[in-house]
């Protein structure tokens, strides 16, 4: 029996949309402008991530940005919850359910190949309710169809376990006279290709006549949560609970695989492949990794941590989703969204979290597309960008012994990305982040643990070292790191930032000891367009995103540092050091030869041509640079109040302690001057900082 069932459409709808749609009378079209219409929300803002293992530097800034949301559809005044999606040729369809016992549910269809709005068609029946969604194509006609699994009322009124298979038009919209075929189980729990599972009293079942809606029962299981089918075996995979177990090689080669996870009540929990790999998502059991091959698990991920909000039970991964590329998105319920990699031997490392505010229950990936179900938030529609695609990690990278004209590297690799690692090794620079077009050492081949001696080095110069690895998705760096090599007596001129591991030049200039070189300690990273003079605000010049990961791999971070407004730089220095009071950069000014009587005036003071010994003897525009590199202040530019950059290459800015109400005392070299600047400034500006000794 078909179930009730109600049609709506939102946006630009065309005739074609509704050919060959309305087949029985028992539906009902409603035109535009109704409850999908309202449903439907444009966005377009970013989203909060957060990296957990980071690695992975020679690729964009990562963003994702929630493009749309789609409010779950009313029933009876009555929300329901979406539980499934499926993308396929620029079509995504959604499953919905309720979560108590009443059955309710429906499905949308959500055309994304159009330009502008997205094009919605929204059906929802008091007598139906959905579990899981597929869209296939039929091997005899090649005609595609739509299959729901869940749970449909009989004449009687009792739920039946069934799957409902719609035809689609030549607009790609379901034809409402569904193929029904009752199933064994209290529900049918989730359908991938022709495989379809069902819970309680349930089995595994195989579709074997599209057209027919007929149906063959090939293993009884109880608690079957999820199914997906390997296309290279071309044999399916279910998922079991009470406790958590794979069972592979369906339908007639069958082997039971211990997972464990999945004791909790009705927890909704998802199995995918890739490779002939199983990533399960065990509710508390976290994500496991299994060879479908040996049998053997060979990765884990433990189930989010609870943050104290709500209840510890919604803290489970409920479902995931996997790439072309390996990437692996997890549906972590109350914890968000969570992305790892699944390496070429079945390992899976943690990439980082998004934070949608909501609870994810499933997650589907697409090309640079996610589609996360947010349970009564309904449905997220996230644009990726940036992320790693296919390429290895590291763990970490440390410096050995520092000799003057060598320096021993340790590395270690904790995933290849997917693909086999085909060559890795250390490259290094004076000058900027090296690639593997600068001074490189080659070490091999795979993961795991590596070092190298890096040879013919300058003494008392700093240098900055990655690790690469190269697989056939192409080249990936470790995080930076830097250090400066002994001078001719063998000693380390350096000072080691203990909290981010920063490693600076230093000299001892009269009585002080100071930096030579700009402060680079970037706890957060803020837009030039936002700032404070009395909350800490820190930036990178020209860099306008807030991912501070990404923002340490940039150029101008690696040559100025790190652009600091007052708030911020008058805690910025690191332990046993401090910004400098404005006596203190009068006593170095006197010291390289400023006439005591101009050190106290404001604005420029030229004796001594004091800037010019300050300066760095490149870098500066026209006949800007210095004359020596004992203080080697570089042109790093500024952050202008009004929230823009400028002035980098004639211009470095440097804040002092001293201050008067929300003004800083600061000094300035020009590049068309030898002197030095000094004079108040607003202290939402953004300058350099240069730290001297305690």
């Known amino acids: 029996m078909a179930a009730a069932m109600v049609l709506l459409f939102a946006g630009c709808s065309k005739d074609p949309w509704f050919n060959d749609v309305q087949t029985d009378p028992q539906f009902q079209i409603l035109e535009p402008g109704s409850q999908s219409g309202q449903r439907f929300h444009p966005e377009n803002r970013e989203l909060n991530y957060t990296r957990i293992k980071s690695g992975q530097m020679n690729t964009g800034e990562v963003m994702f940005t929630l493009r749309y949301t789609l409010e779950g559809p009313m029933i009876d005044n009555s929300p329901v919850q979406a539980s499934h999606m499926t993308f396929r040729q620029g079509n995504l369809f959604i499953a919905y359910n309720?979560?108590?016992?009443?059955?309710?549910?429906?499905?949308?269809?959500?055309?994304?190949?159009?330009?502008?709005?997205?094009?919605?068609?929204?059906?929802?029946?008091?007598?139906s309710e959905y579990s899981s969604v597929e869209l296939v194509t039929d091997p005899s006609s090649g005609d595609s169809k739509l299959i729901l699994a869940g749970?449909?009322?009989?004449?009687?009124?009792?739920?039946?376990?069934?799957?409902?298979?719609?035809?689609?038009?030549?607009?790609?919209?379901?034809?409402?006279?569904?193929?029904?075929?009752?199933?064994n189980g209290y529900v049918a729990t989730d359908v991938n290709a022709n495989g379809v599972v069902t819970g309680t009293s349930g089995g595994f079942y195989e579709i074997t006549d599209l057209d027919?809606?007929?149906?063959?029962?090939?293993?009884?299981?109880?608690?079957?949560?999820s199914v997906a089918y390997d296309q290279t075996t071309g044999t399916y995979v279910a998922?079991?609970?009470?406790?958590?177990?794979?069972?592979?090689?369906?339908?007639?080669?069958?082997?039971?695989?211990?997972?464990?996870?999945?004791?909790?009540?009705?927890?909704?929990?998802?199995?995918?492949?890739?490779n002939g790999f199983a990533i399960a998502a065990l509710g508390e059991g976290g994500i496991v990794v299994v060879d479908l091959e040996s049998g053997n698990i060979t990765g884990t991920l433990s189930r989010p941590a609870f943050n104290g909000n709500g209840n510890p039970d919604d803290y489970v991964s409920n479902g995931v989703s996997v790439d072309g590329t390996g990437r692996v998105f997890i549906a972590n319920g109350a914890a968000g969204l969570f992305v790892a990699q699944l390496g070429s031997d079945g390992s899976i490392e943690l990439l980082g979290s998004v934070n949608l505010d909501a609870s994810v229950n499933f997650v589907e990936a697409s090309g640079k597309y996610l589609y996360a179900a947010c349970g009564a938030k309904g449905i997220a529609i996230i644009e990726i960008a940036g992320l790693p695609e296919g390429l290895a990690g590291f763990s970490t990278i440390r410096m050995g012994n520092i000799a003057e004209n060598s320096a021993e590297v340790y590395a270690d690799i904790r995933h290849d990305g997917g693909q086999p690692i085909i060559s890795r090794g250390i490259c290094w620079s004076s000058s900027d982040l090296p690639t593997i077009s600068d001074s490189k050492l080659v070490s091999g081949s795979g993961t795991g643990s590596f070092s190298g001696t890096i040879s013919q080095?300058?003494?008392?110069t700093k240098y900055f070292v990655r690790a690469y690895a190269t697989n056939s998705n192409g080249t990936s760096y470790s995080e930076p790191i830097t250090f400066i090599s002994r001078d001719e007596n063998g000693q380390l001129n350096s000072f080691t930032d203990p909290r981010d591991g920063h490693i600076y030049k230093?000299?001892?200039?009269?009585?002080?000891?100071?930096?030579?070189?700009?402060?680079?300690?970037?706890?957060?990273?803020?837009?030039?367009?936002?700032?404070?003079?009395?909350?800490?605000?820190?930036?990178?010049?020209?860099?306008?995103?807030?991912?501070?990961?990404?923002?340490?791999?940039?150029?101008?971070?690696?040559?100025?540092?790190?652009?600091?407004?007052?708030?911020?730089?008058?805690?910025?220095?690191?332990p046993g050091w401090h910004l400098p009071t404005d006596e203190e950069w009068k006593e170095l000014e006197k010291y390289l030869g400023m006439d005591p009587s101009d050190a106290d005036l404001d604005r420029f003071r030229n004796t001594g041509s004091v800037g010019k010994s300050m300066k760095s003897v490149t870098g500066w525009t026209g006949n800007g640079?210095?004359?020596?590199?004992?203080?080697n202040a570089m042109p790093g530019g500024f952050r202008n109040k009004g929230g823009t950059f400028e002035d980098i290459g004639v211009f470095t800015g440097f804040w002092s302690a001293s201050s008067k109400d929300l003004y800083g005392i600061y000094r300035a070299l020009f590049d068309f001057s030898d002197g030095v600047f000094r004079d108040y400034w607003y202290g939402s500006g953004g300058f350099s900082v240069r730290c001297v000794k305690d």
């Open 625 to 631: 640079n210095g004359i020596g590199d004992l203080f």
């Open 457 to 460: 080095l300058s003494p008392n």
């Open 212 to 225: 027919q809606g007929r149906v063959r029962l090939n293993a009884n299981f109880d608690d079957a949560r």
């Open 506 to 574: 230093v000299a001892t200039i009269g009585s002080q000891t100071w930096m030579t070189e700009n402060l680079a300690y970037l706890p957060q990273v803020d837009r030039a367009s936002t700032g404070s003079a009395s909350k800490p605000s820190y930036y990178v010049y020209d860099y306008t995103g807030k991912d501070a990961d990404y923002a340490r791999t940039l150029s101008n971070y690696s040559k100025y540092g790190v652009l600091y407004n007052l708030p911020a730089a008058q805690e910025a220095c690191p």
């Open 98 to 127: 309720t979560a108590g016992e009443v059955v309710a549910g429906g499905f949308d269809r959500i055309n994304l190949n159009t330009t502008g709005m997205p094009e919605v068609l929204s059906v929802v029946s008091s007598r």
């Open 151 to 183: 749970v449909g009322l009989g004449s009687d009124n009792d739920p039946k376990s069934q799957i409902q298979i719609f035809d689609l038009n030549d607009a790609g919209v379901p034809v409402l006279a569904p193929r029904i075929s009752l199933l």
């Open 239 to 274: 998922l079991l609970g009470n406790p958590g177990r794979l069972v592979t090689g369906l339908p007639g080669n069958s082997r039971v695989i211990q997972v464990g996870g999945l004791t909790l009540g009705e927890t909704k929990a998802i199995v995918r492949i890739h």
